[in-house]
């Protein structure tokens, strides 16, 4: 089972920054891609970035210029600088891995608990 454990939202202000980190472990054999998607009550969950294991990386149109998506592949890793916030930003936040659990297993995604990002004066 693979397990991922978010960290970093919180309350800021327009035009502000946050930094999102994502870490992956338990049963890892590979991982593909990684990323991150948000939420609001009431509409479906959206891709904000993922980055595939060689850098490849797909920003949503909201975000480019604004957030910047990286991971350390050493370390199953994954963040998300999010700059210039705006309140339309405000979301839960979730990470995603997309990864072979072992050598047999299939490719699965997975996703973190989630975590609140609101950007509000």
């Known amino acids: 089972q693979v397990e991922l454990v978010e960290s970093g939202g919180g309350l800021v202000q327009p035009g502000g920054s946050l930094r999102l980190s994502c870490a992956a472990s338990?049963?890892?054999?590979?991982?593909?891609?990684m990323g991150w998607y948000r939420q609001v009550p009431g509409k479906q969950r959206e891709l904000v970035a993922r980055?595939?294991?060689?850098?490849?990386?797909n920003h949503a149109d909201a975000v480019k210029g604004r957030f910047t998506i990286s991971r350390d592949n050493a370390k199953n890793t994954v963040a998300l600088q999010m700059n210039s916030l705006k309140p339309e930003d405000t979301a839960v936040y979730y990470c995603?891995?997309?990864?072979?659990?072992?050598?047999?297993?299939?490719?699965?995604?997975?996703w973190g608990q989630g975590t609140q990002v609101t950007v509000s004066s």
């Open positions: 995603f891995v997309e990864a072979l659990a072992s050598r047999w297993s299939r490719l699965a995604a997975y």
């Open positions: 338990g049963s890892i054999f590979s991982i593909n891609d």
């Open positions: 980055m595939s294991r060689g850098g490849i990386t």
